[in-house]
């Protein structure tokens, strides 16, 4: 499936087309499922909840004018089916009342999930991007924590190169995110600023 630019996958979405309708859920399936469990801590329950977003995406797309209302759209309806299920008599059965509860008084974390999560997207999105060598290793850096040296044996590379790989990949990484919100880039230097 050849990849389309935003504009072109937007419009060969909104004609029906099928394989742009799948490039999108591609785009999102990892960041709604991950949504979707933090708010239900149910992984089948999360991943139902995500499929059912993208068939009422599906059904609704002669509704949008871009991406960004695409994505708004998948999370809103997300999160309200969501809270519809945390708020149903069988999850509070299994969950217990107080854990229900506690999951919806926690709504004003959900911007702040959507923020992270949108942020982790664009970082996969531009991880993707990386020639292999830089990607392996900021990869075991940033998300499995290896050190250098456990890096250096799994790749079969001296220090020298995950120092060398690990630099490259964050200074391109900076780069992309320079043409992103303000906001947007300050939390990914933040996000790399803990690991």
């Known amino acids: ?3 389309l ?13 099928t394989d742009a309708f799948t490039q999108i859920v591609k785009m999102h399936n990892r960041a709604l499922r ?8 149910d992984r089948e329950a ?22 960004a209302a695409i994505r708004s759209f998948l999370y809103v309806v997300t999160r309200n089916a969501c809270l519809n299920y945390v708020q149903s008599p069988r999850h509070r059965q299994r969950a217990g009342m107080v854990e229900a509860e506690q999951l919806l008084s ?3 974390d959900v911007e702040s999930r959507l923020i992270e999560l949108e942020l982790l997207d664009a970082i996969y999105r531009e991880i993707e991007k990386l020639p292999q060598k830089q990607r392996d290793v900021f990869r075991l850096v940033f998300f499995e ?18 120092y060398l790989n690990k630099s490259l990949a964050v200074k391109s990484l900076q780069h992309a995110f320079k043409g992103y919100d303000v906001m947007l880039y300050l939390a990914f230097l933040t996000y790399l600023g803990k690991n």
């Open 145 to 162: 924590g290896l050190t250098v040296q456990e890096i250096s044996e799994k790749l079969g590379i001296t220090a020298n190169a995950v």
């Open 1 to 3: 499936m050849k990849r």
């Open 46 to 67: 999360a991943e139902e909840i995500a499929n059912d977003s993208f068939f009422k995406l599906w059904q609704s797309r002669g509704n949008f004018d871009s991406m």
């Open 5 to 17: 630019q935003p504009e072109d996958l937007l419009n060969d979405f909104l004609q029906g087309d």
């Open 106 to 108: 926690s709504d004003p």
């Open 34 to 41: 991950y949504f979707s469990w933090t708010m239900v801590k």
